[in-house]
């Protein structure tokens, strides 16, 4: 288990570097991600975009490309399919979104035909981050893909966020299911999500991981908490994943981890034959670093 993003960094590297597609590879902060994953024996890209804005950026980063990390594709759609057809195709082991909408690619990797889907699995976004003051990594989820996930859908996010922590060598994993508190209420539908993925947990259709809910976030992170409301569960002091009911509560609780609490990050997109390194425009190259690094440990614990 990894006590921090700098050891899962530094065995990333161990595995040796991989080669990523970029989606749209325009764009000044993949660059200078690219540019690191190098230095670092991380990574090499193989950009699809527009050439000669690749080319500008790459000289003004003061990193070369050779000829064949270039595909000339200026329409965004037609970039993601190419990109996507390096990982069909074996050439490269993972895909990077670049200066195109996350719902185009999105779309392109969800075709029946020349996407990355797997069928029966649901793509839902799982963030690895650190925080001041804790000894472990720990993982959230979902505050990018899934809206308004349903109970089906909720289970196939606990799934994919669980599949992220074992890659990670977190070997069953506590996970919290939030809510605004810990009764089942029928007038708070989270609540009654929360205590059926519970269930689902305890009679097997979600395994290798100990699930709870509905729960708030103050119990998990206060023993103080736990004891005033008279709960004793082995999530108090020592949770592994917290699962958002919604993108609302999960992107203004991922926006608290990284600008309240002065939270690192990485995450990767789960569910596709590879995981995508899909991020907002407002993540840094050392977040984008991180991230790639967490989707080579996914894509080496997929292919076991």
Do not use: W
């Not at 994993?173 to 609540?191: H, R, Y």
């Amino acid at each position: 288990m990894f006590r921090n993003l700098d050891e899962l960094v530094a065995a990333a590297r161990a595995k040796g570097p991989v080669r990523i597609a970029v989606a749209a590879g325009h764009d000044p902060d993949v660059m200078e991600a690219l540019k690191q994953a190098r230095e670092l024996k991380l990574a090499e890209g193989i950009l699809a975009g527009n050439a000669d804005k690749i080319r500008a950026l790459a000289a003004a980063a003061d990193f070369e490309l050779r000829d064949d990390q270039v595909i000339h594709e200026p329409d965004e759609a037609a970039a993601a399919r190419k990109a996507i057809a390096l990982v069909r195709e074996g050439q490269c082991g993972l895909l990077m979104k670049g200066k195109i909408g996350t719902a185009t690619l999105i779309r392109a990797v969800l075709d029946k035909d020349a996407g990355l889907r797997v069928p029966g699995r649901l793509l839902s976004q799982v963030i690895v981050f650190q925080v001041p003051g804790f000894d472990h990594l720990m993982l959230m989820t979902d505050a990018a893909i899934n809206i308004a996930p349903t109970l089906e859908q909720k289970a196939e996010i606990c799934r994919n966020a669980i599949q992220v922590a074992h890659a990670i060598g977190i070997e069953k994993p506590n996970v919290a299911l939030l809510c605004a508190l810990e009764f089942v209420n029928p007038d708070m539908p989270a609540t009654m999500d929360a205590a059926g993925l519970t269930m689902m947990n305890r009679r097997g259709q979600i395994a290798d991981a100990y699930l709870e809910g509905p729960i708030a976030l103050d119990v998990p992170l206060s023993k103080f908490a736990a004891d005033r409301k008279n709960i004793y569960s082995p999530l108090v002091g020592r949770t592994d994943v917290f699962i958002a009911p919604d993108i609302e509560a999960a992107n203004i609780l991922y926006r608290a981890i990284l600008y309240f609490a002065k939270g690192e990050s990485g995450g990767n997109v789960i569910g596709a034959k590879v995981p995508l390194i899909l991020l907002s425009r407002a993540e840094t190259p050392e977040t984008k670093i991180r991230s790639i690094a967490i989707a080579i440990h996914v894509a080496a614990a997929q292919k076991k």
